[in-house]
């Protein structure tokens, strides 16, 4: 069966997304937000940072967005995720090593 994280090609990191709204969100919000890092911004708009394992995932975080009735600023793929939790195994048919 293939994998079909979405991830940089040539690697194996999940993508790290930044999703942009119109309010202020406290940290108690990262659990539904899937553990993304959650940023309350001077202009009063919030930054969910974080990885994002596939398109189903992303998805799945915009319609959290929209059930808060939050207004969507911007949505931007940043990079791939690179964390001590997540190293490449070699010959593990692209899944990472997770300690």
């Known amino acids: 069966?293939?994998?079909?994280r979405e991830a940089h090609p040539g690697s194996h990191w999940p993508l790290v997304y930044q999703?942009?709204?119109e309010a202020h969100l406290g940290a108690q919000?990262?659990?539904w937000f899937?553990?993304?890092?959650?940023?309350?911004?001077a202009n009063g708009e919030t930054l969910l940072t974080g990885p994002v394992v596939d398109q189903a995932m992303l998805h799945s975080l915009l319609r959290k967005?929209?059930?808060?009735?939050l207004s969507l600023v911007s949505v931007m793929r940043v990079g791939?995720?690179?964390t001590d939790r997540a190293t490449p195994q070699a010959g593990a048919a692209g899944k990472g090593n997770r300690s």
């Open 34 to 41: 899937e553990g993304m890092t959650i940023t309350a911004e």
């Open 65 to 69: 967005v929209r059930d808060l009735g």
């Open 29 to 31: 919000w990262a659990d």
């Open 19 to 21: 999703i942009r709204v």
């Open 80 to 82: 791939p995720a690179r």
């Open 1 to 4: 069966m293939e994998d079909t």
